[in-house]
């Protein structure tokens, strides 16, 4: 089969593997399990490590498994380069570890994934200073850029109460200023939404969530997008300079960031991811469909105080959401009205499960406040403006007929 350059999304994923010929004609990449790749030359083995060729060296850097999911990811993201990493965290992580140094300073959407808000807290203990804005208004990070600031870092739709940030904007400000832009599409995925096109220099994927899609292997990506000029970046040791400027971030990345702190992805966990990533854009669609009415169910309920889905016209950042997004994604919020026990009601429900995950085939639904964000007290989640009460739903692919009625019958009390 030869590389034709204009294929659509799925298809390109579903026939990737195979461009570069599999043995045994196998449509799969296989899993790779070695960790040590041996070499008949020694002398080849000595070039493979100084980078002079390609090839495999040690599970921790590289592993053909996970290399193919790398390039797919790459192609959903139209990027430059990807890496992948145990978690979303373990990429996310990657970024801290492999990028920033004491003194430097990050400007930070408030309206985080709750493990990445306490992540931030953790670099601000190790010397770099960290400001939270927020970021649905370009003039708060416009306001808090300072002369050290080497990041700036937001989500699309943020989890939960699904805020959106003003990423065109913060794009066109970090693209003047030359700081380098990342971007947390995990809420989108690439098949919503391409953080390049807003000129995000880097792109994180908790592959986790539905690009894997079945809530059955963790993983997480870094995708660098060649929208951010390295040669402007100024911590870039001399050592990863040999290449073009092009390939500095991720070269640094890749050591610093995954060989040294070492949350590598496996490879049956790569291969669940790349099972998974060929039915994005179904699924996808799917899910974002069942939101809306789902959405829309709970926003005419006269039982349910309010309710955050970008894809409702209710929400601040509708128009937004609607210019930049192919859909307004698989995950919403909402909080009922006083005198409801919350947890009563999600008793109640008996397709949505309570848990923890998101992204997952099977609708999902967590108290916010008592769970996921319990950690960070009553007062930050004030700042991040989650209720006490609040709700979160990630979408899954039921039939709408049935996870609607399940829905209508909780709050009926049935
Ligand atoms: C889940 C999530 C992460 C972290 O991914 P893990 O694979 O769970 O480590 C990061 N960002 C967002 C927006 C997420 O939802």
């Known amino acids: 089969m030869t590389e034709k350059k204009n294929y659509g999304f799925t298809t390109t994923i579903l026939h990737n593997d195979r ?4 043995e045994h004609g196998s449509l799969h990449k296989p899993i790779h399990t070695s960790v040590a790749f041996g070499y008949a030359d020694a002398r080849q083995l000595a070039s493979v490590f100084q980078g002079k060729e390609p090839g495999f060296r040690y599970g921790r850097q590289g592993n053909p498994t996970v290399s193919a999911l790398e390039d797919k990811v790459n192609k959903m993201e139209q990027g430059v380069a990807t890496l992948c990493f145990a978690t979303g965290m ?23 994934f709750g493990n990445t808000n306490s992540l931030w807290q953790t670099v601000a203990g190790q010397g770099a200073s960290v400001d939270f804005v927020d970021a649905t208004d370009v003039a708060n990070v416009a306001a808090a850029i300072k002369p ?35 971007v947390d599409n995990t809420m989108t995925t690439p098949y919503l939404f391409l953080p390049k096109s807003v000129g995000a220099g880097l ?8 690009i894997g899609g079945h809530g059955n292997a963790l993983g997480g990506s870094l995708t660098d997008t060649g929208a951010y000029d390295w040669t402007r970046f100024p911590n870039i040791y001399e050592n990863y300079k040999k290449a073009a400027p092009a390939q500095w971030g991720i070269t640094q990345i890749r050591a610093k960031g995954l060989r040294d702190f070492g949350a590598s992805l496996g490879p049956e966990a790569a291969h669940h991811i790349a099972v998974g990533a060929e039915t994005l854009a179904l699924r996808m669609e799917r899910t974002c469909a069942n939101a809306l009415a789902l959405a829309e169910l709970l926003e005419s309920d006269e039982r349910v105080a309010a309710v955050y889905y970008p894809g409702l016209k209710s929400h601040p950042q509708h128009a937004i959401s609607s210019e930049l997004f192919r859909r307004h994604g698989s995950l919403l919020s909402f909080e009922l009205k006083d005198g409801i026990d919350c947890f009563d009601f999600l008793n109640r429900l008996k397709l949505a499960v309570p848990a923890s995950n998101l992204g ?14 319990f950690e960070m007290g009553a007062e930050r989640r004030a700042s991040m403006g989650i209720a006490e009460s609040l709700i979160r739903v990630s979408v899954g692919i039921e039939d709408t007929a049935d996870l609607l009625d399940d829905f209508a019958c909780a709050l009926e009390g049935c």
């Open 19 to 22: 461009q570069k010929g599999i």
């Open 90 to 112: 373990g990429a996310i992580g990657a970024v801290f570890q492999g990028l920033l140094r004491a003194g430097d300073h990050v400007v930070s959407s408030s309206f985080l």
């Open 148 to 182: 050290d600031t080497r990041i700036v870092f937001v989500e699309t739709i943020a989890n939960p109460r699904t805020q959106v940030a003003d990423l065109k904007r913060i794009g066109q400000l970090c693209q003047e200023r030359g700081i380098l832009y990342i």
């Open 360 to 373: 997952d085939t099977r609708t999902l639904i967590i108290p916010v406040a008592h769970t996921i964000f």
């Open 203 to 210: 792109v994180v994927n908790a592959l986790t969530k539905s």
